[in-house]
């Protein structure tokens, strides 16, 4: 590593607690909102507004959220996309803040001192109730509410790249702008940052996401960063990258990160004329962390400069996922995933998690709690409550089903589970004993039929049901059915015992894995329940035969209907996984050249690039994939194409 690395310690745990500001700064803060103040009260009228709004606009300034599509093309996409939740997730508490400053006013106890990002307003139940699937939205209007700053393309080609720097950059004139992006959509985030910075030279571009975690780290022992070779930082010091393609990265539990950055820029921002530079940003930042505090998590922010790359490590208390505000206050659910039905429609479905990572340790998986680094939850004091209370408030939103994103639903705790399931079975007796159409729950007045109607799904892992005894097993599916779950995703991954032996999830190895696979499938069939699985190519150990084993035995298991879905899948390498480094693949991955041959076959995989698959499989062996899952296993192979993405012109 040539590039100077430089470690701000300010917003480590031992060293906030025992700062102040000085009367320096006080002084600087109540200078500039007595500036934004005078500015207020000068700033032009839009006609279109009332006075409050015009306000709000004349102390915000814009911002546009971008999740970073996988695949540059639509074409033969099978994935059906769902909402953005990493996304939805990385921006709740910077999101909630904003809108808690325009509640507040320019106060004392605001959120942010003076200008802040235009977050302003929720989105109301009418606008939920008019989006479509779309995730390209309409941008016109002079004040955005929350959902409208997010731009998810879902592909990206010549054509959405246009729209979106000709269009959207255009219409929006973001100050800042924030892409998420896993690694098989970092070459396209990075496209998408050099569009940003091509049509709005000044602008701060923002980068994390599920690549970011994965690439940098910061070791608590040496008090250094640690690099993957396959992340940007990396490529930006090998000249690769150029070094101003972004100004900031932030990884790990970003959710109070963003936060920081987001009123450090506000900060850092000229009050007149709304400009900034991150080098202002990080004066503030090193001048001001006793305003922000000490910041629950652990995560990571770091400036690309040309003279260094400045670290700042935030190390704070635990972080409990349910004192985050949930990620549908601020934007629509537009999803809808053909496993759950209404009435003969797809439901509008909403996505849930309640844990941040798996207690598995798979070694080709990316969301092993050792990779994410650490495992949180909804606290189990009062976890099951606000879990509740948060399937409510979705419902109240539009929803009508929900599929829980978690890796293992609660952990893999069956304690939770249950009480989980039981709290919610109380909520449906209450709906179903009610005389009135609607009834008040946790402060959310629904109507009883939505909640009775109401359907959801959640992912499990076999050896979860098959490592206890069939009572313990058949206690937890019976009451994820009562409370009308309908829909179980499990990952069989391979039924080779060659290949699975390993991986974590075969844990306990005292019977063949086939004959456990099918025993927790006929648990969860027995309770009612259905059951999608994901099948994953080219593990350690895969062979021409292990591949036919696999696809056989899957095709017994669908015809048998111990399955209804299935979803043939090609490994492929993770900057920070165990089977990246034992197959030494750690040097080789690209995840930044613009151009790759995606085409047929990996095409017809989610995440499958040539330079990234699994080096166990020939591009012959993913073809005989392709035709042999499509051939075998028919309709109830998972292969729901996306829709074409829609431009607002082409509307």
Not at 107 to 122: E, I, K, R, V
Not at 172 to 192: E, F, G, N, T
Not at 228 to 254: C, H, M, R, W, Y
């Amino acid at each position: 590593m040539e590039k100077n690395i430089l470690i701000h310690t300010e917003y480590m745990n031992q060293l906030i607690e025992t700062r102040s500001l000085t009367d320096e700064h006080k002084k600087q803060l109540a200078s500039r909102k007595d500036a934004l103040h005078k500015q207020i009260a000068e700033h032009p009228q839009n006609e279109q507004l009332t006075v409050e709004e015009n306000h709000w606009l004349a102390r915000s300034y814009p911002v546009l959220a971008v999740l970073a599509p996988v695949m540059s093309t639509s074409e033969d996409k099978i994935e059906f996309p769902g909402d953005p939740m990493c996304l939805y997730n990385a921006l709740s508490y910077a999101v909630d803040q904003s809108v808690q400053a325009r509640e507040q006013g320019i106060a004392t106890d605001s959120a942010y001192n003076d200008l802040c990002p235009q977050w302003g307003f929720h989105p109301s139940l009418a606008y939920r109730a008019s989006v479509d699937d779309n995730g390209i939205r309409d941008y016109s209007a002079p004040l955005l509410n929350t959902d409208q700053t997010v731009f998810d393309p879902r592909v990206w080609n010549k054509k959405i790249k246009g729209y979106f720097s000709d269009v959207i950059l255009e219409q929006v004139q973001p100050k800042v702008v924030l892409i998420s992006a896993v690694s098989p959509a970092h070459r396209y985030a990075l496209d998408i940052a050099r569009t940003v910075r091509a049509k709005l030279p000044d602008c701060i571009i923002i980068l994390g996401g599920r690549h970011a975690d994965e690439t940098v780290h910061f070791d608590d022992a040496t008090k250094q960063l640690r690099f993957e070779p396959s992340g940007l930082l990396t490529k930006v010091d090998e000249g690769v990258v150029e070094e101003n393609i972004v100004d900031f990265l932030v990884a790990g539990q970003g959710y109070h990160a963003l936060d920081l950055l987001m009123k450090s820029i506000s900060l850092a921002m000229d009050i007149q004329t709304k400009t900034v530079d991150v080098d202002s940003v990080l004066a503030v930042m090193t001048k001001y962390p006793p305003l922000f505090g000490l910041l629950p998590g652990r995560s990571l922010i770091v400036s690309l400069r040309p003279d260094a790359f400045h670290a700042f490590p935030l190390s704070g208390p635990p972080l409990d996922l349910a004192t985050l505000p949930s990620p549908y206050k601020a934007f629509a659910i537009r999803a809808r995933f053909p496993i759950f039905e209404i009435e003969d429609r797809v439901a509008l479905t909403a996505h849930m998690m309640v844990t941040n990572s798996c207690p598995y340790h798979c070694f080709f998986c990316s969301e092993g709690s050792t990779i994410v680094g650490g495992f949180l939850s909804f606290r189990e004091d009062s976890g099951i409550k606000k879990a509740l209370t948060r399937v409510v408030e979705y419902i109240h939103y539009g929803a009508e089903a929900i599929f829980f994103d978690d890796s293992v639903f609660w952990g893999g705790n069956i304690g939770l589970i249950v009480n989980f399931c039981q709290g919610w079975s109380k909520v449906r007796k209450e709906a179903q004993e009610s005389t009135t159409e609607e009834i008040e729950v946790f402060g959310y007045k629904v109507n009883r039929q939505r909640i009775l109607d109401f359907t959801w799904g959640a992912q499990l892992v076999a050896d979860f049901l098959a490592s206890r005894s069939e009572e313990q097993a058949l206690i937890a599916l019976y009451a994820m059915r009562d409370a009308r779950c309908t829909y179980i995703y499990i990952g069989i991954e391979s039924m080779s015992e060659q290949v699975i032996q390993h991986v974590h999830k075969n844990v306990n190895r005292k019977e063949p894995w086939d004959a456990r696979v099918r025993r927790a499938l006929g648990l969860a069939r027995s309770a009612g329940i259905r059951i999608g699985s994901s099948v994953l190519f080219g593990l350690e150990g895969e062979t021409q035969e292990t591949i036919m084993e696999t696809i056989d035995k899957v095709e017994e298991l669908l015809a048998e209907d111990l399955l209804s879905i299935a979803s043939p899948n090609i490994l492929t390498y993770h900057p920070n996984t165990e089977i990246t480094h034992l197959h030494h693949m750690e040097d080789k991955l690209d995840y930044v050249s613009p151009n790759i041959d995606n085409r047929p076959p990996y095409v017809f995989f989610e995440e499958a690039f040539p330079a990234v698959v699994s080096k166990n499989l020939s591009e012959q062996d993913i073809w005989y994939i392709h035709e042999q899952t499509k051939l075998r296993w028919g309709t109830k192979r998972n292969s729901n194409p996306m829709p074409p993405v829609m431009l607002r012109d082409e509307a």
